[in-house]
């Protein structure tokens, strides 16, 4: 996993077992190296797939939010025009990334820091509808929790007979999302 941040640059070897986290403003990188199957656990899910994360494409595209919207977005349905589609949008991100990666190796932190700013004003709009998912998903089982804690230290137990099990299978196989080829699972009280 590479990784760019106002710290530089990382290059961090995955392994089975691994447990490697960054947080918001991180620009990271997959590449994969073999047969390194890899499980993704995002933090406040259904951020990501509400567009909470902005490709590294170049200035250019960054500055334009109609070039950008354009590049960005794979066409409907599956096969050889998406897989086209979302490697040439892989490859502009790339672009972009190296330009970011080769400031940050010389320790110019300058256009990592623009980078994030034209990724938040291409974002901001979104902000609103993100809110929402936060307080329906991540902000809702923070609180969920805190009230059975109230209930345990008052020695209400009546949360402990709802106990549940659950398992989930995908809820879509194969699609490209932002980090290349995924399986999408969706779980009861969260988001995908």
Do not use: K
């Amino acid at each position: 996993m590479q990784t760019l941040s106002p710290e530089g640059y990382r290059d961090i070897a995955l392994r089975a077992g691994a447990v490697v986290w960054f947080t918001p403003g991180t620009v990271h990188r997959m590449v994969q190296g073999g047969d390194l199957r890899v499980t993704v656990l995002m933090q406040n899910g259904g951020l990501p797939e509400a567009g909470d994360a902005v490709f590294t494409f170049p200035g250019e595209v960054l500055a334009d939010p109609g070039r950008y919207a354009e590049a960005a977005t794979l066409p409907a349905g599956t096969g050889a025009e998406v897989e086209a589609a979302a490697r040439g949008r892989r490859d502009l991100a790339v672009e972009g990334y190296l330009v970011l990666r080769e400031a940050l190796v010389a320790g110019d932190v300058g256009p990592l820091r623009e980078f994030q700013r034209a990724a938040a004003a291409l974002v901001r709009e979104r902000v609103p509808r993100w809110r929402e998912l936060w307080r329906g998903g991540a902000l809702a089982a923070a609180e969920r929790t805190g009230a059975q804690l109230d209930a345990l230290a008052g020695g209400d137990l009546a949360h402990l007979g709802e106990a549940a099990v659950y398992e989930a299978a995908p809820s879509r196989r194969g699609g490209y999302g932002m980090c290349g080829w995924r399986d999408e699972y969706v779980l009861p009280g969260g988001g995908a």
